[in-house]
């Protein structure tokens, strides 16, 4: 198959017309148009299909275009490494959770604006399930995720899973109140994240551990309105240790188990080969090697789960 023909369907894949992939990488209509075809004919199946005045890609043409991602990126990367004096360069997209964004993916990029400048980095601030989703689809290329040690994700054989950092997680409460034990909030109202469900099973998890089932109550996204809604007595709240609580919360410590959120950056399969998408895990290493990783993360959490 025609590299450059894999290129254009993969960019049809991606912008859904032929007259944007032309005018994406310099060409005429009737050149991808031509293209596109004739690459139909290597393979033996449609490729695409007519969607009114445009076309869309038949089933066959998506898997290929899937296809197509590996491929370019292993020729691209083939190509590199026999120039040495070849510069990491393209765009990589990334979505992630906040705390990760600020931790981790920004230090990485103002490392990479020196080193290597080709490298332009686009990010989208999402939760696990919704930055999976979009490495899946191809939407992005890099996904920074989390889980927690007491409800681990069952994550797919399909990516390559890269461990960041951990952050300790306690128990969000009126300072006023005195430390106790879990079971005796079990009348108490709950507050657990609305963008995603891994608090929530953490929460019922340690629940059950103490003998009672929690009354969730309202479910919120950003950290400082959760602590709002802790001072003004709405309810309690599983909550970063470290960070900047509001005057009056406080975050008490979680034993048997400790509760502790992880990190991580994924990559679809056989991906990491790419030289933009290698700098930038590179980077992101390096920055969860840095001192004190763990209370940094907390911190940088006081506006997202």
Do not use: K
């Not at 590299?3 to 990488?25: D, K, P, Q, T």
């Not at 898997?63 to 040495?84: F, G, M, W």
């Amino acid at each position: 198959m025609d590299v450059r023909r894999l290129r254009m369907l993969l960019e049809l894949s991606r912008l859904g017309s032929m007259h944007e992939v032309a005018a994406e990488i310099g060409t005429s209509t009737s050149s991808v148009s031509q293209a596109v075809a004739a690459l139909a004919r290597e393979v033996g199946t449609a490729l695409v299909e007519p969607d009114g005045r445009r076309v869309r890609l038949t089933p066959a043409g998506h898997r290929l275009a899937e296809h197509a991602v590996t491929i370019l990126a292993a020729v691209e990367a083939a190509r590199l490494d026999l120039d040495p004096d070849a510069e990491p360069a393209g765009v990589l997209r990334v979505a992630g959770f906040a705390t990760a964004i600020r931790r981790s993916l920004m230090p990485a990029i103002d490392g990479l604006r020196h080193e290597h400048p080709g490298i332009e980095v686009r990010l989208r601030e999402h939760e696990p399930p919704e930055a999976l989703g979009l490495l899946a689809r191809d939407d992005v290329d890099l996904a920074l995720v989390y889980d927690y040690n007491v409800a681990p994700a069952s994550w797919s054989s399909d990516y390559d899973t890269l461990p960041l950092w951990e952050v300790t997680w306690g128990l969000g409460m009126p300072s006023r109140e005195p430390r106790a034990p879990l079971a005796t909030f079990a009348d108490r109202d709950w507050i657990v994240n609305s963008r995603h469900t891994a608090d929530e099973e953490v929460l019922r998890t340690l629940a059950s551990m103490a003998g009672f089932t929690p009354r969730i109550v309202h479910r919120v996204d950003a950290l400082e309105l959760v602590d709002d809604l802790i001072l003004a007595g709405h309810g309690l709240a599983l909550l970063p240790r470290g960070r900047s609580s509001r005057r009056g919360v406080a975050v008490r410590p979680l034993t048997d188990p400790t509760v502790r959120l992880r990190a991580f950056a994924m990559t679809r399969r056989g991906r990491d080969r790419w030289p933009p998408l290698r700098a930038v895990l590179n980077r992101l290493v390096q920055a969860s090697e840095g001192p004190s990783a763990a209370q940094t993360a907390s911190t940088s959490a006081a506006t997202c789960w």
